[in-house]
């Protein structure tokens, strides 16, 4: 297939390019910038720089596309509008464009955060109610639905991946560096319970779930298969860096002192904040987690990335960026 992907430049979107390519499909990267354009052209990708606002801009990218992959989103931002602003409009204005246009099926990317936590250590399933916690993941249920809306146009799927980590990554960094310092912060303490998957694992997914045979309007978990301990976690950081970091329980009320200032700051310096009142939210509740034991029947898809090897080669990553210590 010929298939257009929004955010091609981020870390997910780079990997699925690649991904589409080694399963012999055809790619175009919509991106927003010109550098970014410039930078996926001499990795040799073929690039349409336009704006998901700009109706012209994308009926053009749409022709001759027989399936798009909507990876474009935003997970940081000041106010709680902005997530809307990110996920939901430009997610409205995609699939107007694809009623008009020929293309055959769209794959929505979602997460985690739309269908919420686990409040009785109970993983999430395909079948299970949305029930978001923050903006982020209010915006992106509400994503959803728009998607929902169109199954009967186009064939339409949806992909909820939890936390994902890989070479390429900077949201687990601060988390790494503390590893190598001998701690790791937990917000409000243990047990915590968290799934993930590596980037390459969730590429895959993606790329299978473009031909794969299930009812329009489909929704699927992805992970690496296992529910890991917050303990786990770092043990597996721990052994990477060969250190051994201690868990320290940080308290609810510190990290909400801490997003407030953060998201003042932001506010004066007109940048994301690094932690916002809503993150915090998220970070306190004790069990995020998924089951995609149904995903990877419909999809014929197996993860094959496991957590020591993942955060070991992230780890990696990180070091030869000069980011972390050898």
Partial sequence: MHVLVTGANGFLGRYI????????HTSLAFVRRAHSAQQLRQEGFDVHVGRLDEPQELSEALKKIDAVIHAAGGGKAVQPQSYFDNNVAPTRR???ALEQSK???CLLISSLAAAGPSAQNVPKKNDSLLNPISPYGES???AEGIAFQFKDILHVGILRPPAIYGPGDIRLL????TAQK???PVPGGLPKSLSLIHVQDCAHAIVDALSANYPSGSAFFVDDGTRHSMEVLVQAMGQALHTRPKLVSIPGWCLSTIAVLSTQLARTLKRDAWLTPSKVHELLQPHWICDSTDTQKVLNWKPKVKLDLGIRSTARWYQKQGWLKP
């Fill in 140 to 142: 992106k249920a509400a």
């Fill in 103 to 105: 293309v055959k099926r």
């Fill in 174 to 177: 601060p988390l790494f560096k």
């Fill in 17 to 24: 390019l690649e991904e589409l390519k080694s399963q012999g």
């Fill in 94 to 96: 995609l699939f107007e």
């Fill in 182 to 184: 001998g701690f790791v």
